[in-house]
């Protein structure tokens, strides 16, 4: 290689006008689709508190038949008796909650995109000694009173509201639907499990904890269950 080749490999605007035309285009890479829909549900100054890896995480398009994956391992899961027995009802309308206790290992959480269903659906497998895995499936809906909310099926939904508390993404119930021939009909207090909390905190080199806690006024924490993912890119 010449030293004028040099020359234009690292600094082709130092070449004469003439043969700076002569050089190929590099065509400009095509910006990436974001998705806005959470931020809208935060106000700006929370919004840019939170890590640059969580506001690109909860910033990232999913598209038609694509899918984001992350990968990671359950490291606590704990019930009381009395949140080992709702999470065993529970299966009842589709086993929205973990329901194997002290159960730890490999999980996966995989996020599609489906229009007919209204949001994004979120998939979940958590590993069970000496058992299959668990797998949970809902969806979140940008829709309902509070802007967002989660479908679990057989037409139970669970509002949620977002905050950011001390770094972390916080979701948290703020009541319960149920869902009948295209009606809402809003479950009283006492026929609900209790508060929902969920949080998800990053924890730097590209991964991040998963925190979902549900307590009850009366008989305080049912079920604390505890992850760390990454995500796998494609």
């Not at 050089?23 to 095509?30: C, N, S, V």
């Not at 290992?105 to 979120?122: E, F, H, K, M, N």
């Not at 497998?125 to 009173?145: C, D, E, H």
């Amino acid at each position: 290689m010449t030293e004028f080749s040099v020359i234009l490999a690292l600094r082709p605007e130092a070449a004469p006008a003439a043969v700076r035309r002569s050089l190929p285009h590099a065509e400009p890479r095509a910006a990436q689709p974001t998705d806005d829909r959470f931020r809208r549900l935060l106000n700006h100054s929370d919004w840019e508190s939170l890590p640059p890896a969580v506001r690109a995480r909860f910033s990232c398009h999913v598209g038609d038949g694509e899918q984001r994956t992350f990968v990671g391992a359950v490291v606590r899961t704990v019930h009381s008796r009395l949140g080992y027995c709702l999470a065993q009802l529970a299966r009842l309308v589709g086993g929205p909650l973990p329901h194997t206790p002290g159960a730890t290992g490999p999980s996966t959480v995989t996020v599609t995109r489906d229009d007919a269903l209204g949001g994004q659906i979120w998939t979940r497998t958590y590993a069970r000694p000496g058992r299959l895995p668990q797998t949970i499936n809902s969806v979140k809906r940008f829709a309902g009173p509070t802007g967002l909310e989660e479908f679990l099926g057989h037409g139970l939904l669970m509002r949620l509201t977002l905050a950011v508390e001390n770094g972390a993404l916080v979701f948290r119930s703020a009541g319960y639907d149920i869902q009948i021939a295209g009606r809402r009909i809003a479950l009283p207090r006492a026929l609900t499990p209790g508060n929902c909390t969920i949080s998800h905190r990053d924890l730097g080199d590209g991964r991040f904890s998963f925190t979902l806690t549900l307590d009850h006024a009366l008989f305080g924490r049912l079920l604390e269950q505890v992850a760390i993912y990454q995500e796998i890119t494609p």
